[in-house]
């Protein structure tokens, strides 16, 4: 085996929790050889800073921004259009993409007839970005592979001879992933999900052994943003205060989110399926504004709290298995 380790970043929530934000970090602090997008397209979206610049990607992984080779993985779905237009953008903001970007041989393509079909769409409340029929069709067998669209072939990497046959290396990978484990095809709130897998599973679907995995990090945010169909946020004037404090739109879409408390029962949940070992709560820094210390616990029942602190301690005893825990107020890492 040719593969040193693989860590892999995993939503515990709905999506948007700052997955963007940790993957930039864990390149700065890791000599990785490969980020690798493990599942959805382009209706995701990771906003970071660097170097100053304000950098928006939604299918293209990011290490590109770190001279890091990167990779849409198998498990992805890929707008050929949508995927040069990022090119352009990334190139246009000063980074390096040459050499750089590529496509898993076995990624499927969305397809006009896709996108067509998903602007129906008006009971998930997905992005309208294809990525439903897109899949849809990669399991009835008759989806269209990136290898056989030729304006892609310049990308396209076949991810088995990369990783496993490249002589005199040793690959060590960041799994980069999309939406969350709440919107994940099997353990989301179905129908409520997206259409691909958002678990440490779907990482290992990209041609990885188990074995090779050494972190899996776990991103939340102390309180839980949800953006689709589905009525999600409580009516309270507080989640309105935290939704624009928050800045919480989405990256992509610009759609408003809806907010509540952190759900600690589902994320507890999302910890142990995943086999999390290190979680990063984001966006401290808003709950500190707000000065309201709430979640649900594992009963569903609203608790509260007196300060940041007792919080914290609750979580850490409800949290056992878990060897570090990050609180993060750093809108640019950890």
């Not at 515990?12 to 990785?32: E, F, H, P, T, V």
């Not at 294809?130 to 304006?151: F, L, S, W």
């Not at 509540?260 to 990063?280: E, F, S, Y």
Request: proline residues 4%; neutral net charge; hydrophobic residues 35%.
């Amino acid at each position: 085996m040719s593969i040193a380790y693989a860590d892999v970043i995993v939503d515990l929530q709905q999506g948007d929790s700052g997955k963007g934000k940790i993957a930039n970090a864990l390149c700065k602090m890791n000599d990785y050889t490969h980020v690798i997008r493990y599942n959805g397209g382009n209706n995701a979206g990771h906003t970071i800073y660097h170097n100053g610049k304000k950098i928006v990607t939604h299918a293209i992984p990011i290490g590109v921004v770190h001279g890091i080779k990167s990779i849409i993985g198998s498990g992805c779905v890929v707008n050929a259009e949508h995927f040069f237009n990022e090119l352009r953008e990334l190139q246009n903001a000063g980074v390096q993409t040459a050499g750089l970007v590529f496509i898993a041989a076995n990624a499927h393509v969305i397809t006009d007839e896709h996108l067509a079909e998903d602007r129906q769409d008006n009971v998930i409340g997905t992005t309208k970005r294809g990525n439903g029929p897109a899949y849809r069709d990669k399991y009835a067998r008759k989806g269209i592979r990136a290898m056989d669209v030729p304006q892609l072939q310049p990308f396209i990497i076949d991810l088995y001879e990369e990783l496993h046959r490249s002589p005199n290396r040793m690959a060590r990978i960041l799994f980069e992933g999309a939406q969350g484990f709440g919107l994940d095809i099997d353990w989301g709130n179905y129908p409520y999900v997206t259409s691909s897998h958002c678990t440490v599973g779907g990482a290992i679907l990209n041609g990885v052994p188990p074995q090779a995995i050494r972190d899996v990090w776990g991103v939340a945010k102390i309180y839980e943003t949800y953006v689709g169909a589905k009525s999600f946020e409580p009516p309270d004037a507080i989640f309105k205060k935290i939704r624009e404090l928050g800045n919480e739109y989405g990256a992509t879409t610009g759609r408003p989110r809806q907010c509540n408390w952190l759900d600690l029962g589902t994320l507890k949940k999302a910890v142990d399926i995943n086999g999390v070992n290190k979680v990063v709560f984001n966006k401290m820094d808003i709950m500190s504004q707000i000065g309201e210390w709430r979640l649900y616990d594992d009963q569903g029942q609203t608790r509260s709290y007196d300060s940041e602190d007792a919080m914290k301690r609750y979580i850490y005893e409800e949290l056992p298995n878990v060897k570090q825990i990050v609180w993060s107020d750093n809108p640019n890492g950890f």
